[in-house]
């Protein structure tokens, strides 16, 4: 039985497709979609990564966030050194909470920033057939690999890291625990410069300055709670 081929435009070329390879075609674009959103969702959440260590200038030095402003560096790494310096002044302050506050701004630039910057410079590639698809990011950062039976090694210019969108959102979730956890070490700061009186974070955030700890954060409504609770177990990836 001979098989039916249906008409298709395919970017404004005319094309006739079996009904399973349209079915492929139809599955590959809903898969790269997922990445995408995937992508875009890591990038507003570092971009909220980034807003949070930019505020705890303010209470850090009692100032206004266009004070603030005025002050910081752009270079994310130069802030965490200038915050860490900051905090280690405030004698008042304690050893265990400015411990755990320079842990989360390692996390942040040393982690996820470095993490977040090869999935937005690096390339990638798509690849898709009838009956699979898969995404990569291309890394072309030079680096020596050694060759079995050469005694030299062998310079590799591109190397493909297999990514799926469930990866970018175990990235995103990443991110997301590190700025959460620093609002509330923002807010514990806050309430210390108002009432001369040091109120630590809920213990549950203290994970959060692990290596690659991921908060499951428990059901919560912004309405009714505006600050958001800490999360109710970790993963680390």
Known sequence: MEEEYIDFDFFGMPAKLSPKALKGLVDAG???????????????????????????YEPVLQCSEE??????????S???????????????????FVSWVGRLLSRACDELASERNRCIHDCWTFNWSV??????????????????????KQIIVRSEN????????QLEGR?????????????????WRRTNQFSAPDPEWLPAGEAR?????????????????????????
Not at 131 to 141: D, F, G, L
Not at 162 to 168: G, I, R, S, V
Not at 175 to 191: D, Q
Request: aromatic share 4%; hydrophobic share 40%.
């Open 175 to 191: 991110i997301h625990t590190v700025a959460s956890a620093l609002g509330a070490a923002r807010r514990s700061l806050e309430t």
């Open 162 to 169: 297999p990514t799926t969108a469930e990866d970018l959102q």
């Open 213 to 237: 700890a991921r908060g499951m954060t428990k059901p919560w409504s912004a309405e009714a709670h505006p600050v958001q609770p800490p999360p109710s177990r970790y993963v680390f990836d």
């Open 30 to 56: 809903a898969y790269l979609d997922a990445h995408l959103k995937a992508l875009g969702g890591m990038c507003w959440a570092f971009a909220n990564l980034d807003n949070a260590i930019s505020r705890l």
């Open 67 to 76: 004070q603030a402003a005025c002050i910081m560096i752009d270079n994310l």
């Open 131 to 152: 009956e699979r698809q898969s995404v990569a990011r291309i890394s072309k950062k030079p680096r020596l690999s050694k060759v079995p039976s050469r005694p030299r």
């Open 78 to 96: 130069t802030r965490r050194d200038q915050l860490n310096r900051l905090l280690h002044l405030e004698v008042d302050l304690p050893d265990e």
